[in-house]
């Protein structure tokens, strides 16, 4: 059974810091991993997407690692800012199963 | 594209009564999951569907929850009779068929209260 873990459950940094949050997972055959952002009472905003073939994905400040054979993922944060506080969440979608099984959340805040 | 649609976004309702909530997946995408979050639990899946078809429906935790997709663009997660620890936020999902570049996108959620 697929168990995702996020380290750590919270965390907070001034502004400007670079950071990096874990997710870790302990079935390696996946197809691919997904970084969500989600505010306070509102949904789940699709951050990156890495496929199983993949090592990371880039998008703006954000980077994502995926080292499967080691069930690691990183998200890496450059220059944080306070509009980045918020819950960061990861997914795995299983091979052959097509489901998304979520991490516990890092809750990150960025202080000014 | 509007997104995964939720409706309603807020329910309240009392022990015992029959609860409704709707999801449309983003057109075009084939796979369709429900998800409940909760400050205990995190996010967990409950059911989700290929096709209209039930895949996989092992997340759901009783008898009591009960979930449909009639046709492609429409979804029900049905609970009855609710009961306190059914509160929680609901989620739906949507997905295109596509094993490693199939990106899961959410809606709004459903926050629900049973009192």
């Known amino acids: 059974k697929q168990e995702v873990t996020q380290i750590p459950a919270a965390l907070s940094v001034p502004e400007g810091e670079n950071l990096v949050l874990n997710c870790s997972f302990t079935?390696?055959?996946?197809?691919?991993l997904q970084w969500f952002r989600q505010d306070p009472g509102k949904g789940l905003t699709s951050l990156l997407l890495i496929q199983s073939s993949q090592r990371e994905q880039t998008s703006g400040r954000l980077n994502a690692s995926l080292d499967k054979s080691s069930g690691r993922s990183t998200l890496y944060i450059a220059a944080s800012q306070p509009g980045d506080s918020a819950t960061y969440l990861c997914a795995v979608k299983g091979s052959g199963t097509y489901k998304y099984i979520f991490g516990t959340g890092t809750r990150l805040k960025v202080l000014a | 594209d509007a997104g995964v649609i939720q409706s309603p976004r807020h329910e309240v309702t009392e022990m015992g009564q029959e609860v409704t909530l709707r999801c449309k997946p983003i057109s075009g995408h084939d796979y369709l999951f429900w998800y409940r979050q909760t400050m205990m639990r995190g996010l967990e899946l409950l059911i989700y569907?290929?096709?209209?078809?039930?895949?996989?429906d092992s997340g759901m935790p009783e008898d009591r929850f009960s979930a449909k997709m009639p046709n492609a663009s429409f979804s029900t997660l049905k609970i009855q009779p609710s009961e306190p620890r059914d509160s929680a936020v609901y989620f739906c999902?949507?997905?295109?068929?596509?094993?490693?570049?199939?990106?899961?996108?959410f809606g709004q959620g459903t926050r629900l209260t049973v009192v």
């Open positions: 999902a949507s997905s295109r068929t596509g094993r490693e570049y199939a990106e899961a996108f």
């Open positions: 569907f290929n096709n209209n078809v039930p895949i996989d």
């Open positions: 079935d390696s055959a996946i197809y691919n």
